[in-house]
């Protein structure tokens, strides 16, 4: 079975403190990897959408890459506003529906 | 533009009765995706409507789920009889494009399900 694996399940950074969250998938058949942003009691928003190995996606403090067998969530110098759940979901070859991560809560401190 | 609409946000019930959710698509969306979430585990799809036809229903998870898309609008997820294990956050979201690879979903913000 298709398998989207994320890490750390949680991370506790200081405000300006730079890190990376990363999602793992089983790798035939990728057709494109996403990242979504939920806050508590709210719906996953959608962040980014990356299609092949080497391509990046920036928004804001939030940089999304992408390598034949992993993405990353970069952020850098996070603000408290950037506390959420981040959601990496797969799509593959032939099928339309999504593939989620467990996700990882990211808290971020003043 | 309103987004996603779903109700109720909350849904108690006891074993064995029936609850039906309620989802409102973005207007002229035609693709409209049913997922859950059950405590502790990763969001995972239950099917897919393209208008008013069931394009991938693999998801569901037995015969007690029924979903419907009268007339390419709304749609409705009827859980019955429902059983303990069918606690937890029933999310609705909508695509513009036919293939989700372009068109991203829009996710509404869920319908948690207790069943006591």
């Known amino acids: 079975e298709d398998q989207v694996t994320q890490s750390p399940e949680a991370l506790r950074l200081q405000e300006g403190e730079s890190s990376s969250l990363n999602c793992s998938y089983t790798?035939?058949?990728?057709?494109?990897l996403f990242w979504y942003r939920q806050d508590p009691g709210k719906g996953p928003e959608f962040l980014f959408t990356?299609?092949?190995a080497g391509e990046e996606k920036e928004k804001e403090r939030l940089k999304a890459t992408l390598t034949k067998k992993e993405s990353f969530l970069h952020i850098t110098a996070p603000k408290p506003e950037d506390s959420a759940t981040y959601l990496c979901?797969?799509?593959?070859?032939?099928?339309?529906?999504?593939?989620f991560g467990t996700g990882t809560r990211l808290l971020v401190s003043p | 533009e309103a987004g996603v609409t779903q109700f109720p946000s909350h849904s108690v019930i006891e074993k064995g009765q029936t609850v039906t959710l309620r989802c409102d698509p973005i207007?002229?969306?035609?693709?409209l995706y049913w997922y859950r979430r059950v405590m502790g585990k990763e969001i995972k799809f239950l099917l897919h409507?393209?208008?008013?036809?069931?394009?991938?229903e693999s998801g569901m998870p037995n015969n007690r789920f029924l979903a419907e898309r009268t007339g390419g609008t709304y749609s409705t997820l009827k859980v019955q009889p429902a059983e303990l294990e069918d606690s937890g956050v029933y999310f609705c979201?909508?695509?513009?494009?036919?293939?989700?690879?372009?068109?991203?979903?829009?996710f509404g913000n869920g319908t948690r399900l207790t069943v006591t």
């Open positions: 979201a909508s695509s513009q494009g036919v293939w989700v690879i372009d068109s991203p979903l829009h």
């Open positions: 790798v035939s058949g990728l057709r494109g």
């Open positions: 990356l299609y092949s």
């Open positions: 979901a797969v799509q593959y070859t032939g099928f339309q529906k999504l593939v």
């Open positions: 207007s002229g969306h035609d693709n």
């Open positions: 409507f393209v208008k008013e036809s069931k394009q991938d």
